[in-house]
């Protein structure tokens, strides 16, 4: 069964950076493409960054491309997703999934960007 947590998120004044973290297991995690979405209070949910199974497809938002980079661990199961300059509207709780299952999702990490 797909199990995925993320961690790493927090509290970040305007400008600073964040690397969130999801472990993958309970599937061939180096044979499947990778997401980040986010889900603001009030909004939908909506597509950050993803990035294919061994790396060499990956594409981000534009409302964070040049801020954000997504990248992954095929060995530790892991991929993440590095935050840099955040503003207050990059708050949201952040959550990782596979790529093409829209069925299983993290637990989610909250990231409040505030001064």
């Known amino acids: 069964q797909v199990h995925l947590v993320e961690s790493g998120g927090g509290l970040v004044e305007p400008g600073g950076s964040l690397r969130l973290s999801c472990v993958a297991s309970?599937?061939?995690?180096?044979?499947?493409?990778m997401k980040w979405y986010r889900q603001a209070p009030g909004k939908e949910r909506e597509f950050v960054a993803t990035?294919?199974?061994?790396?060499?497809?990956?594409r981000v938002a534009d409302s964070v491309k040049g801020r954000f980079s997504i990248s992954r661990n095929n060995l530790q199961n892991t991929v993440y997703l590095q935050m840099n300059n955040l503003q207050p509207e990059d708050t949201a709780v952040y959550y990782c999934?596979?790529?093409?299952?829209?069925?299983?999702w993290g637990q989610g990490a909250q990231v409040t960007v505030s001064s």
């Open positions: 309970g599937f061939t995690f180096s044979s499947k493409g």
């Open positions: 990035i294919s199974a061994h790396e060499d497809f990956v």
């Open positions: 999934g596979v790529w093409g299952d829209d069925d299983h």
